[in-house]
C-alpha cells in the first residue's frame, strides 16, 4: 500500500449537545478514490471540513498531507482542491474571470480555458455566473476546485444538480485526476457514483464510521449470500423443488432461495428441470446484493439516520 | 506533481489581482454604484442648484455654500466608498460564502485585505475627482490654497479612505445576514452623516448632538475637509477652538488606531456556525 495522504485518529466532534462525529479512525491513501457514504446529517460535510480546516474537532489527532489542517500555510493549501456542498458563485464576474481568477492564487495551476471545457462550460466562458444555471454554477465550483492542479481533491456532494451526462463527465476527470496519482475524497448519495468511482467507500451513520472497503465488500459476509429466484411453471408446477442449501421462500409464482453457494443450487436446479424435459427455467435469475441494498440494510439496523444527543449516547 | 521549488505567487501580484476583481464587482452593481459613487455627486450638484446662497462666518461676512458644502460631501463620498461599500460588500461575500471559498485556496489573507484596502482607495480617488471637478468646471470653487492645505488634503483623504476602509471591516460583525446588509449598515451611517455637518451647519446644531457626532470620525473628516477648502478667518466661528488641521488630524490618528484594532478584533472570515 502507498503511504497515507490522510490519517485520522480518534477524532470527535461535537456541536454543544450534538455529537456529530465519535472516535473516528480512518486512513486515505495516494490515488485512491475514497467515498463517504451516510444519510443526511451522518457528519461527512463535518469530518470533510475538518480535514479542509475549515472547522476545529474536540478531540483527536489528524495529519493532511504532512500537516495538521488547523495550522497549514499556503503552501499546504496550495495542494488542496475543494468543492464545498453549498455552490457560492461570484455573481459579478463571468466564467472565465472567475477561474482565471482563481489559478492565480496557485503556484502551478492547469490551464483555465481546459478546465472550463473539463467542466463542460466552454460556451458559457464569457457568460456572468449570475446568468448560470443550477447545474452550471455547480460545474463553476468544480472548476474552482480542480484549476489549482491539487493533490488531493475533496468534493462534498460534487454531483448534486448536474445532469447524468454532467455527473459522467466529472466522473471521467476524477479519473483522469487519479490515474496521475492525485488523491480525491468525495462524498455522495449516489451508491451508483461510488460504486463506479471509489476504491474504498467508508459508510458513517450518526457520527461513527461503521464500514470501510471495497464497494463490492461493504457489508462483509453478508454480501457473500446471493438470491436465486425462478418461476416454477408447466412441467414444473406438480414436482417437488428438490433439496437446496439456503432459505426457500415463495411470492405468488415465485420461488427465491437465499444462499451461500448459488452455483451449486443452480446446478441442483438445472438437473432437476432436465428430468422434466424442460431445458430453459422460467424467469431463473442470480443476484447479489447491491451495494444499495447493503448501505440500506446498515442503515435501517441502527435505527435511524441523524446523529444523537450525547446524553442519549452516554 | 507540484514540487516545492515552484515559488508561490507573490503578494503584489496577488493582491493587484484582487483589486481589479473588487473593482470590476464594484462598478458592476448598479446599485452600490449609485448609492456609494453618484449619490453624493448629486447631492453636491441638487443641493448646489438649490442653495445659492452664502453661509456667514465671522460678522460681516461670508462664503459661498457651494464652497461650504463641497468639503462635507468629500468627507462623505469617502466614507460611502470605504466604510458603507466594503461594510456591505464583505458581509455580503461572507454570508453568502464566498470568503469561505477564498479560505479555501493558498490567497493570503493579507492579500484579500490590501485588494480591498486599494480598490476601496482608487475608487475613493476617482470621485473625489469626480466631486472636485464638478466643483470647479460647474460651480467655479476655489480649490485649496497654497502647498500646506493640499498636504492636508491629501493626509485626510489617505487617512479617511483607510479608517473608513478597517472601520466597515470592523461593521460586517454587526450584519446577521446577507439581506441586512444594507439597512443596517446604511441606517446609522445616515443619521451620522445628519448630525456631523455634512448637511446643516455644524454650530447650529444641539449640543448634545454635537458631543455625540464628536465621538465618530466623519464629524472630523467633515471640518477637516473643511478647514482645507476655506479660509482661516472662516471657522471659528463655526468650530470654536477646534477650528484648524491640528486637532483634526489627531483626532483621525486616533481613530485610524481604534479603527485597525476594531477590524482585528470583530471580524470573521466564516460565518459564526462554521467557526471552528
Ligand atoms: N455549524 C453547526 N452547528 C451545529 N450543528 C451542526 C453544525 N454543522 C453540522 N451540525 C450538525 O452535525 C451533524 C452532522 O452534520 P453534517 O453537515 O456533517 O452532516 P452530513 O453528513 O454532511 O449531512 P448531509 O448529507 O445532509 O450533507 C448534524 O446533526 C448537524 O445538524
Ligand atoms: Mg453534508
Given at each position: ?73 499556503a503552501?499546504?493549501r496550495s ?11 461570484f455573481?459579478f464576474l463571468s466564467v472565465e474571470e472567475t477561474v482565471v481568477h482563481f489559478a492565480g492564487f496557485y503556484p502551478s495551476p492547469l490551464d483555465s480555458?481546459?478546465v ?27 472548476a474552482l476546485?480542480?484549476v489549482g ?166 | ?6 515559488s508561490m505567487p507573490s503578494l503584489t501580484r496577488l493582491a493587484w489581482s484582487r483589486t481589479i476583481v473588487d473593482l470590476k464587482q464594484f462598478f458592476r ?60 460588500s464583505?458581509?455580503?461575500e461572507?454570508?453568502?460564502?464566498l470568503l469561505?471559498r477564498l479560505a479555501g485556496t493558498p490567497l493570503p489573507k493579507s492579500a484579500f485585505f490590501a485588494g480591498r484596502l486599494t480598490s476601496s482607495v482608487i475608487i ?153
Open positions: 500500500m502507498p503511504s497515507p495522504v490522510v490519517t485520522i485518529r480518534g477524532v470527535s466532534k461535537s456541536y454543544g449537545a450534538v455529537m456529530a462525529l465519535r472516535h473516528v479512525d480512518l486512513d486515505i491513501y495516494a490515488g485512491e478514490v475514497f467515498a463517504l457514504l451516510g444519510p443526511n446529517g451522518a457528519g461527512k460535510t463535518t469530518l470533510v471540513e475538518i480535514l479542509e480546516g475549515y472547522r476545529g474537532r474536540s478531540s483527536g489527532e489528524v495529519d493532511v498531507l504532512g500537516a495538521d489542517p488547523g495550522r497549514g500555510d503552501r499546504w495542494r488542496l482542491g475543494i468543492v464545498l456542498q453549498n455552490t457560492t458563485v455573481d480555458g481546459h472550463i471545457d473539463l467542466v463542460g462550460l466552454g460556451d458559457k466562458r464569457k457568460a456572468r455566473c449570475s446568468t448560470l444555471s443550477g447545474g452550471q454554477k455547480r460545474r463553476v465550483d468544480l476546485g480542480l492542479n491539487p493533490d488531493l481533491v475533496f468534493l462534498d456532494e460534487p454531483t448534486t444538480g448536474l445532469d447524468p451526462e454532467g455527473r459522467r463527465q466529472l466522473w471521467d476527470v476524477i479519473r483522469s485526476f487519479t490515474a496521475l496519482g492525485k488523491t480525491v475524497i468525495l462524498t455522495t448519495h449516489y451508491l451508483d457514483e461510488a460504486e463506479a468511482l471509489a476504491n474504498r467507500v467508508g459508510i458513517i451513520i450518526g457520527g461513527e464510521i461503521v464500514d470501510i472497503g471495497p464497494p463490492d465488500e461493504i457489508g462483509g459476509e453478508s454480501r457473500f449470500i446471493a438470491t436465486v429466484s425462478f418461476r416454477p411453471d408447466g412441467a414444473l408446477t406438480e414436482r417437488a423443488i428438490p433439496p437446496l442449501d439456503g432459505e426457500l421462500t415463495r411470492s405468488g409464482p415465485h420461488v427465491s432461495l437465499r444462499t451461500a453457494t448459488p452455483t451449486a443450487a443452480v446446478a441442483t436446479l438445472i438437473a432437476w428441470a432436465a428430468d422434466a424435459g424442460v431445458a430453459e427455467i422460467p424467469a431463473l435469475s442470480v443476484s447479489h446484493p447491491s451495494l444499495e441494498d447493503t448501505y440500506l440494510m446498515m442503515v435501517a439496523a441502527r435505527g435511524g439516520t441523524e446523529s444523537t444527543e450525547t446524553g442519549a449516547a452516554a | 506533481m507540484t514540487s516545492s521549488s515552484i452593481i448598479p446599485e452600490q454604484v449609485f448609492f456609494t459613487f453618484l449619490l453624493p455627486v448629486l447631492f453636491l450638484v441638487l443641493f448646489s442648484a438649490v442653495f445659492s446662497g452664502d453661509v456667514d462666518g465671522p460678522p460681516g461676512r461670508s462664503v459661498k455654500f457651494v464652497q461650504y458644502f463641497l468639503p462635507g460631501i468629500i468627507a462623505l463620498g469617502v466614507a460611502s466608498s470605504t466604510f458603507a461599500n466594503l461594510a456591505m464583505i458581509s455580503t461572507q454570508h453568502e460564502g469561505k475613493t480617488v476617482i470621485q473625489t475627482a469626480v466631486l472636485l471637478a464638478i466643483g470647479v468646471l460647474l460651480f467655479g470653487i476655489d480649490l485649496p490654497d497654497g502647498p500646506g492645505r493640499w498636504l492636508f488634503f491629501i493626509y485626510l483623504l489617505g487617512i479617511s479612505a483607510a479608517l473608513g476602509s478597517a472601520l466597515g471591516i470592523a461593521a460586517t460583525r454587526m450584519v446577521p445576514n446577507a439581506r441586512a446588509a444594507g439597512p443596517i449598515i446604511q441606517a446609522p451611517f445616515l443619521v451620522l452623516q445628519f448630525i456631523s455637518g455634512i448637511f446643516f451647519q455644524w454650530n447650529q446644531l444641539p449640543s448634545w448632538l454635537q458631543w455625540i457626532a464628536t465621538a465618530f470620525p466623519l464629524r472630523w473628516m467633515a471640518q477637516g475637509f473643511r478647514y482645507a477648502f476655506l479660509p482661516d478667518w472662516f471657522g471659528e466661528t463655526e468650530y470654536g477652538s477646534s477650528w484648524g488641521w491640528e486637532i483634526p488630524t489627531v483626532a483621525l490618528a486616533a481613530w485610524m488606531v481604534i479603527s485597525v484594532v476594531l477590524a482585528l478584533v470583530f471580524f470573521r472570515w466564516t460565518r459564526e456556525g462554521d467557526r471552528r
